[in-house]
């Protein structure tokens, strides 16, 4: 039958911190709408734009980095491939020159402290973060509206953004419909997304780009366990994974980063010490992701630590000998359950809170280490469904907006939580279990539209107004 399909490459995505719907989503939209002005034959005679910016874009987008994510992707630049380290320098350029290149042929005046305009308080109907484009060309002007709806996904007003339908050997929208597939087939969760991602890609093609986002979640893993510091932003929030890493290890006696997890790997740990590394590498990520680092959204931006802090758990702290398979087929299995938070409830804070983030990731990573500690797929979905259930009601309440506090600290309890669900869930009979993930995917959109919104990602209730901190 023919499906539109939610892949697993559509929740991992590559690109740059500190926020999937506040920082890749914006940036994405924009290289949407230059295509457009491209395709209109209104992109030569444009003579300037504005932005607007609406709703939890408005009142938490400076902090998450929304304008600079913007002027990047008008100058060009693609998420994927930017060199993090030179970010500072375009912006600064662009600040002191006002100049942008639309084109090869054509360079326009754009200010970014007065072209792209945050709407404090104006909410557009369709989702909170909204964002208005308008081009001012010689003889007209264009416009278009976008929404960025969580973990990088957009959508154009009046356009509901489809992926091609694809005929898909197992089709699922609900977590029971690929239970089934796996009875029928005896089959694992990761065996039968992998023959799904495989009917869109070949089989090889799948196993390349799954080792490529795990490839990037451990550079980034290891790059925040050697950075130190104080974040971006004005908290003078302390980057702590550095000295952590340096706590546990009592050496350097590595190079890289496989270097780094043998080093590890073949030294004992207390149980003590191991709770610190997991919380270690979900800071390391995250310290990344604050400061505009090269992070894979898993599935947003602010909840990116989870999934590698849980497989670097297993990778380093596992009796199994662990091969490119067991690392494939575990972010294969998290990232289908991430989908069906994505079709039937929200991945995004302001839409959600933090459970829609915090809570998701944490439910992916439980169900893929169940699994690939030999759970069955029932005992899989048990694990993601405690581990969400112990996060419902989450609020987002980032103190001036920044992805820092309490979304670090986050990132290091999303992952404890989740290796407590599996280990729950591995001595759970299924038969016995009384809630189901099609129920808590419910339950938890159900507590997101109730939810008050100023505990959506806007900044105006809970830490974010508690907390008090100096002007930057």
């Not at 911190?17 to 989503?25: D, K, R």
């Not at 087939?185 to 799954?210: H, M, R, W």
């Not at 546990?248 to 590890?264: G, H, P, V």
Request: glycine letters at 8%; hydrophobic letters at 40%.
């Amino acid at each position: 039958m023919a499906y539109e399909a939610i892949s697993v490459f559509d929740i991992f995505k590559i690109g740059v911190g500190p926020s999937s719907s506040h920082t890749l989503g914006p940036w994405v939209a924009i290289e949407m709408w230059l295509k457009e002005l491209k395709e209109q034959d209104t992109l030569e005679s444009t003579i300037s734009v504005r932005i607007t910016l609406y709703g939890s874009l408005a009142l938490t987008g400076r902090g998450h980095c929304t304008d600079v994510a913007i002027c990047l992707a008008l100058m060009g630049h693609k998420p994927e491939t930017i060199d993090t380290g030179k970010i500072q320098e375009y912006i600064q350029e662009l600040r002191k020159n006002r100049l942008l290149q639309l084109s090869e042929s054509n360079a326009i005046i754009f200010n970014p402290e007065t072209d792209i305009v945050f709407e404090n308080g104006k909410f557009l109907e369709y989702h909170p973060n909204a964002m208005r484009f308008e081009a001012i060309c010689r003889q007209s002007n264009y416009q278009s509206v976008f929404y960025s709806i969580g973990g990088g996904f957009v959508e154009k007003e009046g356009e509901r953004k489809k992926k091609p339908k694809v005929l898909l050997p197992f089709p699922a929208t609900y977590p029971r419909e690929l239970l089934n597939h796996c009875r029928t087939n005896g089959s694992s969760i990761a065996g039968i997304v992998f023959e799904n991602e495989s009917s869109i890609l070949s089989p090889d093609k799948v196993n390349k780009k799954v080792l490529k986002i795990w490839s990037e979640m451990k550079e980034c893993a290891f790059r925040g366990c050697h950075t130190g510091g104080i974040l971006p932003g004005g908290l003078n929030v302390k980057r702590h994974a550095k000295e952590l890493n340096a706590s546990l290890l009592r050496c350097d006696n590595y190079s890289n980063s496989d270097e780094w997890i043998n080093y590890i790997r073949n030294n004992t740990y207390t149980f003590n010490e191991t709770l610190r590394w997991i919380s270690c590498f979900a800071l390391a990520v995250n310290e990344e992701n604050a400061s505009l680092g090269r992070i894979v959204t898993a599935p947003t931006n602010g909840a990116a630590g989870v999934i590698p802090a849980v497989l670097l758990y297993f990778i380093c702290f596992s009796d199994m000998k662990i091969t490119e398979t067991e690392i494939i087929n575990f972010l294969l299995t998290a990232g289908e359950v991430g989908t069906f938070f994505k079709k039937k409830a929200t991945i995004s804070a302001a839409m959600g809170g933090c459970q829609a983030e915090i809570g998701v990731s944490s439910s992916m990573a439980a169900a893929a280490l169940c699994e690939i500690r030999g759970g069955t797929p029932e005992q899989a979905f048990i694990a993601a469904e405690i581990a969400m259930e112990h996060h419902l009601g989450m609020t987002c309440d980032p103190v001036r907006g920044l992805v820092q506090i309490p979304c670090i600290e986050r990132n290091a309890m999303g992952a404890i939580k989740a290796i407590n669900a599996a280990e729950l869930a591995l001595e759970k009979t299924p038969v016995d279990a009384k809630v189901t993930l099609d129920k808590i995917i419910e339950t938890m959109w159900d507590t997101a539209v109730n939810m008050n919104e100023k505990y959506k990602e806007t900044s105006k209730g809970g830490l974010a107004v508690t907390v008090d901190v100096p002007e930057c």
